[in-house]
Nanobody, 117 residues
Framework: QVQLVESGGGLVQPGGSLRLSCATS????????TGWHRQAPGKEREAVAC??????????NYADSVKGRFTISRDSAKNMLYLQMNSLKPEDTAVYYC????????WGQGTQVTVSS
């Protein structure tokens, strides 16, 4: 059973930074596509950033709205997934979810990120 626990969300002013962490257990991260998704009120969940499995070269992909501001990383030895978010904007406000194995895979419970002055 794969379990995911996110942390690091909170309230931040526009232009600020946050680092989200996802602690995983029950899986070897590098064997799966892993990523971060977010869901704002009244909107569908959307993919923010992902890392492909090691078997697929471990490349990263980002939503156009966060390119150049967000960085996803993975520490397979610690079974941790991270999302460094810089230059945050009010439109980044959402619940952020950690994911292992794609949409049909495993999800964390989410962590709230609020960007507001």
């Amino acid at each position: 059973q794969v379990q995911l626990v996110e942390s690091g969300g909170g309230l931040v002013q526009p232009g600020g930074s946050l680092r989200l962490s996802c602690a995983t257990s029950g899986s070897t991260l590098e064997e799966y596509a892993t990523g971060w998704h977010r869901q704002a009120p009244g909107k569908e969940r959307e993919a923010v950033a992902c890392i492909s499995s090691s078997g697929s070269n471990g490349g990263t992909n980002y939503a156009d709205s966060v390119k150049g501001r967000f960085t996803i990383s993975r520490d397979s030895a610690k079974n941790m997934l991270y999302l460094q978010m810089n230059s945050l904007k009010p439109e980044d406000t959402a619940v952020y979810y950690c994911n292992v194995g794609g949409r049909a895979g495993y999800w964390g419970q989410g962590t709230q990120v609020t960007v507001s002055s």
